[in-house]
């Protein structure tokens, strides 16, 4: 078999880099059922015109279907089978899961889901076409009360807070309001708040004077209304004068709308209940736009604190209308993570690293192959009492079954006690030796009460500083 060339954008991590992802996902989850989050995990696909109906274009979802249909009448796209493809996010699929189940949902219901998720984007350095995602959301029944955008952002401050034991660094989450944003753009007589949302989210990438360009060329806006979208982009903070300073630029602009004041009403709110509750956390950014058209209020942005370059690593806001059957609305915050993203940067950065890439403690060694009975026993004891072992694949000399342990970062090797004078089976066969490949330690043990230290009895996740 030739040597397979690698898929760019579906990231494998090696074994280290499995145990940071999997102490990510355990930290995240614990923080989300300590607020009273329910897990929950949905289909990996969706019908297509669901997909396709809120914002996200054609060309990122990936579609499914067979490679061989049953007949020539089965390869027609009239069949009446939806088409199907796969989810781009989690949103989207929990909007659904909510409209399918309402009748047997407490609410508000508070969830949080991690899975993968596929999108056919251009794969480049923090971006992948398969990834996992983890969210929280809330929604209620009709109406949700607005303390929850307060606190789902903190959640998820507090939640990646948790991994800062383990050197990654402090965030920051910037906030905006879907309604400040439409109300200025209205009052200043742009109509096509959606289109002048998507080029405002793209300032970070292409720089203002091309998001001014874009803007007059298929927004349709003079020169003036583009400056004053770019003043509003550029105001910032951590306290309520924010909101003065957008009253200042729309009174200036005569772009005042009651929209806008119900916005900045809802911006204060939150600016104000976070700083009481996390000061320093939460900072208003009126370039946060968020392009999915979803979003009808608060939208955040998440970025790690002396490293913002790397980008947003956690987004999300309020949506009124997603879950919705006609009859009956499911107004609904949440935020999400793409935790193949984060993973990819603690990574690459050099900011975290696994002491060890296998689960195992110890590495029993074996005497001889006629004995290895003996150190299956050892190590069969050894795990009944929660201590991870294995054996020596092979019976060689010590010295190459010690040099096993070390290229896989085991830090204990276990030589089990010889047979007697005359060959016969050792008095105890779980009593022998330990020994401490790092610092060359040796001790006389017994499978039935030796643990090694409790650091050093799974894999643990440390900066990388410590690692080395």
């Not at 280290?16 to 329910?38: M, N, P």
């Not at 200036?252 to 976070?274: F, M, Q, V």
């Not at 998440?302 to 309020?318: A, D, F, M, P």
Request: proline share 6%; net charge negative.
């Amino acid at each position: 078999m030739a040597r397979p060339t690698p898929l760019s954008g579906f990231p494998e991590w090696l074994p280290d880099g499995r145990v940071v992802e999997q102490h990510v996902l355990d930290t995240l989850r614990r923080t989300f059922e300590l607020h009273g989050f329910a897990g929950i995990e949905t289909r990996a696909v969706e019908p297509l015109d669901q997909l396709l109906r809120k914002g996200e274009t054609s060309k990122e979802v990936y579609v499914l279907r067979r490679l061989q249909e049953e007949g020539q009448a089965d390869a027609s796209p009239d069949r009446g089978e939806k088409q199907l493809g796969l989810h781009f996010d989690l949103t989207v699929p929990f909007a659904r899961y909510v409209l399918e189940n309402a009748g047997r949902l407490a609410f508000p219901f508070k969830r949080y889901q991690i899975q993968k998720v596929w999108r056919g984007e251009r794969p480049q350095d923090g971006r992948f076409r398969e990834f996992v995602q983890a969210d929280i959301d809330v929604v209620g029944a009709g109406e949700l009360p607005y303390h929850y955008e307060v606190e789902l952002p903190l959640v998820m401050a507090e939640a990646l807070g948790a991994l800062g034991d383990v050197g990654v660094p402090e965030v920051r989450i910037l906030v905006n309001n879907r309604k400040v944003a439409e109300g200025f753009y209205r009052g200043l007589g742009l109509e096509d708040v959606e289109g002048v949302l998507r080029q405002v989210d793209k300032l970070d990438k292409i720089g203002p004077d091309a998001v001014a360009e874009l803007l007059q060329a298929e927004q349709g806006a003079t020169p003036e209304q583009a400056k004053a979208c770019l003043e509003l982009a550029a105001i910032s903070g951590e306290d309520v004068g924010v909101v003065e300073r957008v009253r200042a630029l729309a009174a200036s602009y005569a772009a005042g709308t009651e929209l806008l004041e119900t916005g900045l009403g809802e911006l204060a709110a939150l600016i104000e209940a976070a700083a009481r509750r996390a000061p320093g956390v939460v900072v208003a950014d009126l370039k946060i736009a968020r392009g999915l058209d979803y979003y009808t209020g608060s939208v955040y942005e998440t970025v790690l604190v002396g490293h913002e370059q790397l980008g947003s690593i956690c987004s999300g806001g309020r949506y009124d209308t997603l879950a919705s059957d006609g009859k009956n609305t499911y107004p609904g915050v949440g935020l999400s993570i793409g935790v193949s993203r984060l993973v990819s940067r603690l990574l690459s950065a050099g900011l975290v690293a696994a002491t060890r890439g296998v689960p195992t403690a110890v590495l029993v060694a074996v005497s001889d192959e006629e004995h290895r009975t003996q150190s299956d026993a050892v190590a069969t004891a050894l795990r009944a009492r929660g201590v991870p072992a294995d054996v020596a694949p092979t019976a060689a000399k010590f010295g190459k079954q010690i040099k096993v342990a070390d290229r896989r970062g085991i830090p204990f090797v276990w030589f089990p006690a010889g047979p007697g004078a005359e060959g016969e089976p050792a008095a105890d066969a779980l009593a022998g030796q330990v020994k401490d490949i790092r610092s060359g330690e040796q001790v006389d043990a017994h499978a039935d009460s030796w643990a090694p230290p409790a650091e050093d009895l799974h894999p643990r996740v440390v900066p990388a500083v410590a690692a080395g």
